[in-house]
């Protein structure tokens, strides 16, 4: 049955297959066909946020009737779906041509967040992203994959700040109706509804999906009727503290998840973890064998071979153990299905470490995985100090860990005005071979003014676009002076602007900078070579010391003496980090050493053009090149915040500032243009998603198939 049926229904059938088209995440990568919904709104989108589902219930049927009948528009919308339906095709893809039949295999991927576009709340940050960008490569390739996770309607947080920069958490509720969402129905045309009965009081939930390209994602939504009130919150929101509705949230991301697939009777033959949270599918794979009369050790040993466990953080905190009475409450009638005593089940996740914790969910999935990788080549380092103990006999490298870095997709994080200029100067296959790095090596034809002014035209509009939303806030919450001085609008764009934006984990450090007051101050008040800098991010809700390094940036943005050259901008989401990634001359980072498991926010801004000056730690240690930005070498010692600052002074003051404001007659800082082309050069090939989709393909799912096609299905 068509999910869409009905759906738009003032549709008129000459464009009916717009109802499809704003269904399908792929305008999020796709300029041309967001420029086909732009013109249908008359170009006046610039600011608003871009839903495309949202924009076809809302529009005049009149506008609608009139495009079915003008023959420019009619033009674009035929180019654009030709466009979608070849692209739609798996048959012409990478992975068919180069790998297997995409028909024949299914990859189930789980992950508890995704980061796809700002319309679709249900992240929280990087990992988020790198599934969202995961699951558009494999679209893009043709990769045949599945995807699995959690709808949260209330998805992280809404941030805004009281008047003295403290945190709020806003609660607003997504509309799921006019969002870019369907429900799954049942045969019968009825809400699909699946039951987690491990439960004593079994969770009921509905499945939505979100259509990513080629790729489906399912999404759990505890939120209906037959749930009690504490059930139906479950889904509501990302990374609750609280144990055990994060227990349960996990059992229904990994078991419900599991049982999703099966009543769509969707057979995966390789199962992939994007982090530890859905680590119980493994066992749900498992139960499913031995209820056919599998002997345990069999069942896990074929469902060991097919799977494959990313781990992506070095930090404890991101690694979930759960108390063993916790687990009795909701396992003591699970562990009897598989076969197993309570003691050798808990014994599957046991960190001999700290053997009376609890149930680790990462040990578990690294023993249960075939195939496990970290997320840069130093963060396989960190990972198997962490982790080697589990592994305590010689020799050292028994333990199954490789490394496959982090990569961003290309598409969705490069300005459709570079994109232009790629065009114009690298040819008409640069996109399809973008992880090719010949064709980078064009760059140098691209005339320095041209991409000059492409990247102040972006400054202009990232600074139009905080200063709207700036306005915005003022007319609608009559919002403090002061902040309106700390959000941006005394930016000024010939200003060198330094952004800095992603969660405010204290070991990211955000306020670093601030560590010598005077110093700064000298640095961003410089007559003739200003800097500035922007800020934005969010602390976890119960992070009660991120919230006080908000409440310091905050501070220091509406502090005169900082003379308006700092600015935090609310509510940071996808939108915001398209505008900052393609707008600032350059990029910082500097977390503490060694917690950055790989990075990416910097990969946006390098990929743009925008190069980075950043800790040598994560990604960076193998995307630094000593020519596309800047590096120091954090110690990792007691007073290393003191040290780092200093570093990071000296190099914007020797380095940075005297090469981005050597310009000649024209105003072309020619030297900062190397920088710039050498960003895009060594970051795009390198550490784009599709480098390592294939990576992935190659490592891990080509073995994996072959240990699926041994298994009798
Ligand atoms: C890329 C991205 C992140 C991740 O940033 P890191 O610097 O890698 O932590 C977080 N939030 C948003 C909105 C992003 O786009």
Redesign the pocket.
Known sequence: MDPLEGKFPHLPERIIRLGELASNLWWSWHPEARAIFHLLDGNGAEFKIFNPVKMLYELDGSVLDAAAKDTRFLRRYDAVMARFDAEMNAYGSWFYSRIADPGKLQIAYFSAEY?LHHSLPFYA??LG?LAGDFLKECSDLGVPLVGVGFMYPEGYLHQKLSADGWQMGEREVLDREQAPICHVRDKDGQPLVIKVPIMELPINFEVWKAQVGRVTLYLIDTDIEENDPWNREMSARLYTEDPEQRLVQEILLGIGGTQILNALGIKHSILHLNEGHSAFAILERIREKVEKGMSFRDASEQVKATTVFTTHTPIPAGHDVFPFSLMDKYFSSYIPLLELDRDSFYKLGVDPKDPTAGFNMTAFALRMSAYCNSVSKKHEEVTRKMWQHLWPDPPENKMPIDYITNGVHISTWLDARISALFNKYLGPNWLADHDNSFIWELIDDIPDDELWRTHRLLKMIMMASLQERARLRWLEDHADPNMMMASGVMLNPNALTIGFA??FATYKRAALIFQDAERLKGILTNQKKPVQFIFAGKAHPSDYSGKLLIQQVFNAARDPYFGGRIAFVED???EI?QYLVHGVDLWL?NPLIPFEAS????M?AEINGNPQLSVLDGWWLEGFNGKNGWAFDGDGNDNTDCRDAQEIYNIIEKDIVPLYYEKDEAGIPHGWVRVMKESIKSTVPAFSSRRMVKEYVLKFYQGAMKSANGIKQ
């Open positions: 980061g940050g990087g992203f992603r969660r940071y989401d996808e980090a980072n990075g990416t926010s910097g946006k």
